[in-house]
């Protein structure tokens, strides 16, 4: 109970959603507003109280004009089964809630119009967040699937091609169906916006996964992938297939045949703290 009053601290509310809560007053349509925005209140909380019970670090909990966000401090090194309930803790609240509007209503405590309306902004919202496009909850499951097989760079990039498909067909879907909704191309437009800074800060997200495994705090036990590498190839290149969810000792391989062995440590150590950016891995043999 601690943990989730102490989760107010982190609630942020996005300047403009003042004004759209002003614009909702003018035109009588503030109830709409604020059942949409409980429901979406209480979905990023439900991210934020997983969050919290793993020790995830907590940036904030924003509130925006069109939707919600609850961002951590965490670079993909977390267990995948927690990042998978973090996930899912969000849709999840929507079941309760559907259930207690249902009783509320059977009960006489809400109108019908309320409660159809309740209903369907919950099913609306759900069903978004489920899409399979970044950032929505969809999209990072769909990360999650691609990083059970791949090394984190080629899953994060096939998420992130995959998520660029499925907008480009809502997207069309929207302009077919509703082409003068504007409220969902404001949601549109940001869901580009944050595909295209979340493609072009790829690399920096991929050092940063490396980063937090090299310096961060990892405690989870993880089981053991070998790596097997050329003795020509770059130590980069060779970082480029470090997998979420593994420990790598790397194999150095010369002609076919083992020449050594490195802990992913020692090969993380050598290209952050000594710099060994265009090393060759079969040339730091010797010195670990």
């Given at each position: 109970m601690n943990k989730l009053i102490g989760l107010i601290k982190y609630i942020h509310i996005h300047p403009l959603l003042w004004v759209v809560i002003g614009l909702a007053v003018l035109t009588a349509h503030f109830l709409e507003l604020s059942l949409l925005l409980l429901i979406i209140f209480v979905h990023e909380m439900g991210h934020a109280a997983a969050a919290s019970f793993f020790s995830w670090r907590i940036k904030r909990i924003s509130l925006l004009p069109f939707g919600g966000v609850a961002e951590?401090?965490?670079?993909?090194?977390?267990?995948?089964?927690?990042?998978?309930?973090?996930?899912?803790?969000?849709?999840?609240?929507?079941?309760?809630?559907?259930?207690?509007?249902?009783?509320?209503?059977?009960?006489?405590?809400?109108?019908?119009?309320?409660?159809?309306?309740?209903?369907?902004?919950?099913?609306?919202?759900?069903?978004?967040?489920?899409?399979?496009?970044?950032?929505?909850?969809?999209?990072?499951?769909?990360?999650?699937?691609?990083?059970?097989k791949h090394a984190f760079p080629n899953a994060h990039r096939q998420a992130l091609q995959i998520?660029?498909?499925?907008?480009?067909?809502?997207?069309?879907?929207?302009?077919?169906?509703?082409?003068?909704?504007l409220n969902i191309w404001v949601i549109i437009a940001f869901l580009l916006?944050?595909?295209?800074?979340?493609?072009?800060?790829s690399r920096y997200i991929f050092i940063r996964f490396l980063l937090e495994r090299y310096y961060g705090k990892n405690s989870d036990v993880r089981k053991l992938k070998p790596l097997v590498a050329n003795d020509n190839e770059l130590v980069i290149h060779v970082l480029e297939k470090f997998q979420r969810g593994y420990k790598h000792p790397i194999i150095i391989e010369k002609d076919g045949k083992e020449i050594g062995s490195m802990d992913e440590n020692e090969l993380l150590h050598a290209y952050f703290s000594e710099k060994n950016v265009t090393t060759r891995i079969g040339d730091l043999i010797f010195a670990y």
């Open positions: 951590v401090d965490e670079h993909g090194n977390r267990p995948l089964s927690e990042e998978v309930i973090v996930i899912l803790s969000g849709p999840l609240q929507h079941l309760w809630m559907i259930g207690l509007a249902f009783i509320l209503y059977q009960f006489s405590f809400i109108s019908e119009g309320l409660y159809h309306l309740f209903i369907q902004y919950n099913l609306m919202v759900l069903l978004f967040n489920l899409l399979p496009i970044w950032p929505l909850d969809g999209g990072k499951l769909v990360f999650l699937f691609f990083s059970l998520s660029i498909g499925c907008m480009v067909i809502f997207a069309v879907m929207i302009l077919l169906l509703s082409p003068l909704n916006f944050s595909l295209y800074h979340e493609w072009k800060q």
